[in-house]
């Protein structure tokens, strides 16, 4: 999937949400846990409840590699799922890797080739041979971390090297690198205050926003410094929306967060 299919399915359905499938086996509903496949029941109920208000989902691979086989087989029937009944909507697999060159492209091949995931989110800390084989796949995209959400974000990625801050040095540096033009880069809701910066160093570039929601970020704040011509922003949220409830309705209510989110999307779009 490319950019100009993502920024016309916004237009579409007037949302840049994206719904983060955290899946813990502790927190789901109690009824599933008698299904076969426990995850996938659950990721299957909250998709058919809630496509129609987001542009993309975000399985976050911990969730599934916490529960070994099952949890690898659960990530395969959720994408494939995503990629018969919903073409349109970009996937990203949270995997946060990143390794020497060969060992980046196998990566690259898990997620793109063998479960066939639209983006991957990697780390910049090993550099442009680390990053290069993700980006050399066409038509894929490779999600970098700039600015995390987290409080330890600040341990390094805000320190000045060479008079500099660091994430703004990531910023610069891989716009520079083979095939640059396939990156996005995440950038915590957390830190909406550094976002007009950051929108001049990569003025159309997709910024995933985690962080609304658990985390406290604020939508409004990083739609004002971080909205680009293209919209430019996926806002994630998981527990948010995935976890509102956790009776028999949960599917329904996840929907009904995911719909307030949109609507204030929409409003912010016709603004
Ligand atoms: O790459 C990410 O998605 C990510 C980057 C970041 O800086 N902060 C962050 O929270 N995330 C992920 O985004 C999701 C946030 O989940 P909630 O806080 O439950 O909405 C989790 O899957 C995190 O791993």
New binding site residues.
């Given amino acids: 999937m490319n950019t100009n299919q993502l920024i016309s399915e916004i237009q579409k359905k007037k949302s840049f949400l994206c719904i983060?499938l955290?899946v813990d086996l502790d927190k789901i509903p109690k009824h599933l846990l008698k299904e076969e496949d426990p995850i996938f029941a659950f990721n299957k109920a909250i998709i058919d409840a809630t496509y129609h208000l987001c542009v993309s989902y975000?399985p976050?691979t911990?969730?599934y590699e916490a529960y070994g086989l099952k949890g690898w087989k659960a990530l395969e029937k959720t994408i494939n799922y995503l990629n018969e009944n919903h073409p349109d909507i970009f996937t990203?697999a949270?995997a946060?890797r990143g390794d020497i060159g060969n060992t980046s492209t196998m990566y690259a091949k898990a997620f793109f080739e063998d479960l066939a995931f639209d983006s991957v989110?990697v780390a910049p800390y090993m550099g442009k041979d680390s990053v290069e084989p993700f980006l050399a796949f066409e038509d894929k995209h490779t999600?970098l971390?700039a600015?995390?959400?987290?409080q330890g974000?600040f341990d390094f990625q805000t320190k000045t090297v060479d008079g500099k801050e660091l994430y703004k040095q990531v910023l610069e540096t891989s716009k520079t690198w083979k095939n640059s033009r396939n990156l996005m880069y995440?950038?915590?809701a957390?830190k909406a205050e550094y976002l007009a910066d950051i929108r001049n160093i990569i003025p159309d570039s997709f910024l995933?926003v985690?962080?609304?929601?658990?985390?406290g970020g604020n939508l409004q704040e990083v739609c004002k410094y971080g909205m680009a011509d293209n919209v430019g922003l996926l806002i994630?949220?998981?527990?948010?929306?995935?976890?509102a409830s956790n009776g028999e309705d949960f599917a329904q209510v996840a929907a009904e967060k995911a719909k307030e989110l949109q609507q204030e999307m929409q409003l912010i779009l016709s603004q």
């Fill in positions: 983060g955290d975000k976050n911990a969730f990203i949270d946060k989110t999600i971390l600015l995390t959400s987290n974000a995440v950038v915590g957390t995933l985690p962080g609304v929601g658990a985390q994630n949220s998981s527990r948010g929306i995935i976890y």
